[in-house]
């Protein structure tokens, strides 16, 4: 039995759009775990005094045209341009904490990328926020109140200073027995370091 | 015919040495021409106010051990810690100017990137400088004074405007038909983009 593959992610990160959308399928094909981490990239940056790629215009533009490409070739849905940055930031991943503590982190961010790169819905903000609540399976009205309580808060901060101790500084990152990878470019990357470590176990 | 695909690089970026060490057999493979375009990232860099990736220590870290796995993987050589930030980057892009406009950029480039990730002798500097230029059939003493007179400054620099007019903002990056892939992780894309336009092509 192989372990689980942590998929650290934030809401509101561009490139995130194709691990989140990609992830069940690359799961069920490669029969592998993925474990949901959410956490707040942003806090991170902050602390690091690092700055969004996206900040510059020059990378911006070729942001934009290297996922318009990318989701063509992979057939995923995009229609830019898109609400960017996000101001509720926080509130798309306090939620996602939750749902990763509860069960139904994966059709939350599924839903929640999709409302924002296909409706252009800005995550973490309604209407997207509580119809990607609904649509995996809950009530919006208890999950905010659990979100935005001291609880909710804490629990995204908690989620963030693990993937700080584990060196992340990037969303997608994805993390495999103390071995970090980051970027969606490196998932291939962490699921043969995975099938390494099978291969080295005893028996 | 197929056009060929610009590669702009600069010697001093660590992710370069895959597509510096590896295009010469991916150009064979794939039956495409590359066109090697030295020009100085750091100038580029400075005028956008960007920073090097490497220059915050969590990331450096990581850029190491992604190096290290990567170079693993593809069986190319690698001894860290080599020397890094290289002191005198200008020069070594100076003389791939020259080496590209007089048809000895490939031999010269790879010589370079294994002395200083292999030998440890940084890019750029003596010993590295006159051997590299040695190994490609040159004589140092001819292309050193080329490359520092006022010609060889002028001529970095007229590349290195080509490039940020071209969008460029890191190294590698590959052009083909106004298209900026940029990173050796998105080489492949751009021999796809090379494929499609073949065969958009009349006749």
Redesign the interface.
């Known amino acids: 039995m192989m372990p689980p593959i942590d998929f650290w992610f934030s809401i509101g990160t561009a490139y995130t759009y194709f691990a989140v959308m990609r992830l069940p399928e690359i799961a069920a094909e490669a029969e592998v775990e993925f474990r949901w981490r959410p956490f707040d990239i942003r806090a991170i940056m902050i602390e ?1 005094n ?2 969004p790629f996206a900040s ?1 215009p ?2 911006a ?2 942001m934009w ?2 996922l318009e ?2 989701a063509a ?1 992979v057939g995923l849905p995009l229609r830019l341009p898109i609400p960017y940055p996000l101001a509720e930031f926080e509130q798309a991943n306090r939620v996602a904490v939750i749902a990763a503590r509860e069960g139904w982190c994966q059709p939350y961010a599924i839903a929640t990328y999709r409302r924002w790169f296909v409706d252009r819905e800005p995550a973490g903000s309604e209407p997207n926020l509580s119809a990607s609540i609904r649509e995996a399976g809950q009530e919006p009205a208890r999950v905010l109140e659990l979100a935005n309580s001291e609880g909710g808060i804490q629990a995204l901060d908690a989620a963030t200073r693990e993937a700080k101790e584990l ?1 992340i ?1 990037g969303s997608p990152s994805f993390v495999i027995d103390g ?4 970027g969606y ?2 998932l291939q ?1 962490a699921i ?2 995975q099938r390494n470590l099978d291969h080295a176990t005893p028996g």
Do not use: I, S, T
């Open positions: 690091m690092d700055v510059q020059v990378k533009a070729y045209r290297d490409r990318r070739k060196g500084f071995e970090l990878f980051w470019d490196r990357d043969d370091w």
